[in-house]
């Protein structure tokens, strides 16, 4: 007697299922540790240097823009000098780099 096709297809289906999702899982491990790991840790350390910055740090904006934090306006502005008596402000989330640490405030300011 011969097997039909259709009996002969479907015996062990669930293992070959398994092993032609395998690939994908693969990739998708992968792609987790080469792509999205590390952009997790680019966005946590950006978080924690915004989050960081007070009056004296020299700053660099995404727009190129290089100046001194005059002044910490509130969670989502600072205010920038650019040069002598030039002072704008800028949204925290703008800023790409600090440059050098300021000096802690003292009480009196």
Excluded: C, W
């Amino acid at each position: 007697m011969f097997v039909t096709p259709a009996f002969a297809q479907s015996a062990g289906g669930e293992a070959g299922f398994l092993i032609s999702i395998m690939p994908f899982l693969l990739i998708f491990v992968i792609m987790y540790f080469l792509v999205i790991r590390p952009q997790q840790r680019r966005v946590k350390a950006h978080r924690e240097l915004i989050s960081g910055l007070r009056r004296g740090d020299t700053i660099v904006t995404s727009g190129g823009l290089i100046g001194k934090v005059t002044k910490v306006v509130d969670d989502t502005e600072v205010e920038v000098q650019i040069a002598e008596n030039v002072k704008v402000r800028i949204a925290r989330g703008m800023v790409t780099d600090v440059r050098a640490k300021g000096e802690p405030v003292s009480g009196e300011a």
